[in-house]
């Protein structure tokens, strides 16, 4: 009876190779990419993105009103007579034009970047899923198996306590 529980034991707890191979990829996934894909997972695709355009709009601004500084130091003297004689105009124009175009290719390039992101996160979010579900099909086949497992052993016992008690009387 015990040879049968351990033989029992035995079949059920041998390694799965394949299982252990899902559960090592979803372990790795879950400590390296998987960390940064929680944090973007809290979002939709779209708010991901417009929150980090959000960003970097303000870090270019930041980036342009430093480079118009240096522009402006450097270019002290053009600016200081042109406002003697009042002929600002096409400098503030030019100003105007060329944060408009650098905020724009700033933002395109950002939009570009973020929605790459969201897209490889999305792709790696649903091979993480589909792995999941192959490990817990492979547990749902292991159950089955214990429990067909046990079923069979439990009857074979049974079937060997009323042997012994015809054999008895």
């Given at each position: 009876?015990?040879?049968?529980?351990d033989?029992?034991?035995?079949?059920v707890?041998?390694l799965?190779?394949?299982?252990?191979?899902?559960?090592?990829?979803?372990?790795?996934?879950?400590?390296?990419?998987?960390a940064?894909?929680?944090r973007?997972?809290?979002?939709?695709?779209?708010?991901?993105v417009?929150?980090?355009m959000?960003?970097?709009f303000?870090?270019?601004?930041?980036?342009?009103?430093?480079?118009a500084?240096?522009y402006?130091?450097?270019?002290?003297?053009?600016?200081?007579?042109?406002?003697?004689?009042?002929?600002?105009?096409?400098l503030i124009?030019?100003?105007?034009?060329?944060?408009?175009?650098f905020?724009?290719?700033?933002?395109?390039?950002?939009f570009?970047?973020?929605?790459?992101?969201?897209?490889a996160y999305?792709?790696?979010?649903?091979?993480?899923?589909?792995?999941?579900?192959?490990?817990?099909?492979?547990?749902?086949?292991?159950?089955?198996?214990?429990?067909e497992?046990?079923?069979r052993?439990?009857s074979?016992?049974?079937?060997?306590h009323?042997?012994?008690?015809?054999?008895?009387a």
């Open positions: 009876m015990i040879w049968r529980g033989r029992l034991r035995m079949r707890n041998m799965n190779e394949e299982k252990i191979r899902l559960m090592t990829r979803l372990s790795v996934y879950e400590q390296g990419m998987g940064e894909d929680d973007t997972a809290k979002f939709f695709r779209n708010d991901y417009l929150g980090e959000i960003g970097s303000v870090t270019g601004t930041i980036a342009w009103g430093i480079c500084a240096i402006c130091g450097y270019f002290f003297e053009q600016i200081f007579f042109s406002v003697y004689e009042d002929t600002l105009g096409p124009r030019f100003a105007v034009m060329s944060y408009a175009g905020i724009l290719a700033f933002l395109l390039i950002t570009l970047i973020y929605q790459g992101k969201s897209m999305a792709r790696r979010r649903s091979l993480y899923r589909m792995d999941l579900n192959a490990l817990q099909d492979i547990y749902d086949r292991e159950y089955r198996r214990a429990g497992l046990l079923e052993a439990s074979e016992s049974r079937e060997e009323r042997g012994q008690g015809k054999t008895g």
